[in-house]
T-cell receptor
Framework: QKEVEQNSGPLSVPEGAIASLNCTYS??????FFWYRQYSGKSPELIMS????GDKEDGRFTAQLNKASQYVSLLIRDSQPSDSATYLC??????????FGGGTRVLVKP | EADIYQTPRYLVIGTGKKITLECSQT?????MYWYQQDPGMELHLIHY???????EKGDLSSESTVSRIRTEHFPLTLESARPSHTSQYLC???????????FGPGTRLTVL
């Protein structure tokens, strides 16, 4: 079992819809969680970080964390074609290395 | 915007050559990392450093080596490149007390 699991996709959503991405992690000691976006052939760029249970909103993005269920999600509202990319979930226990999931590929169709 | 740089951005070389991939950051970050990523595949941590003269191997076995003589510089060296080393190499850095990693633009290496 991978430490951080994501559905590889592709997740196809129509333009303007909500894209919902899920991530589960196995290390209960994980305290910090991140969502990165990676365009094809480019390096990952940080979208959001979340540390506490609940929701965190930043523009069109909302991250949700449920430590009891070991579950992190990312919602992308009003999806745009420019949101088409691979989204990487990452988890980190205190002082430890970041562990990345395999990524979910999102395709936003005009 | 993270100030982390990698050179070269693209490199095509022949088998058996020695190469060094450069990574520099101007943010004063203590922690630096090297990841390897094949197209459409996962990121794999191959080396990391928590400060000057500190280097550790990552989760993925790699034939490369690294050094950390200066805080801002974390080069990766392949003594004898092989076609199996063809991949994208990503450098990242973070604060010692922080956890957010910032990535450089990557080096795409092709070994013929």
């Amino acid at each position: 079992q991978k430490e951080v699991e994501q559905n590889s996709g592709p997740l196809s959503v129509p333009e303007g819809a909500i894209a919902s991405l899920n991530c589960t992690y196995s290390d209960r000691g994980s305290q910090s969680f991140f969502w990165y976006r990676q365009y094809s052939g480019k390096s990952p760029e940080l979208i959001m970080s979340i540390y506490s249970n609940g929701d965190k909103e930043d523009g069109r993005f909302t991250a949700q964390l449920n430590k009891a269920s070991q579950y992190v999600s990312l919602l992308i509202r009003d999806s745009q074609p420019s949101d088409s990319a691979t989204y990487l979930c990452a988890a980190q226990a205190a002082g430890n290395k970041l562990t990345f999931g395999g990524g979910t590929r999102v395709l936003v169709k005009p | 915007e993270a100030d982390i740089y990698q050179t070269p951005r693209y490199l095509v070389i022949g088998t058996g050559k020695k190469i060094t991939l450069e990574c520099s950051q101007t943010m004063g970050h203590d922690k630096m990392y090297w990841y390897q990523q094949d197209p459409g595949m996962e990121l794999h941590l191959i080396h990391y450093s928590y400060g000057v003269n500190s280097t550790e191997k990552g989760d993925l076995s790699s034939e490369s080596t690294v050094s950390r003589i200066r805080t801002e510089h974390f080069p990766l060296t392949l003594e004898s490149a092989r076609p199996s080393h063809t991949s994208q190499y990503l450098c990242a850095s973070s604060l010692l007390g922080g956890d957010t990693q910032y990535f450089g633009p990557g080096t795409r290496l092709t070994v013929l």
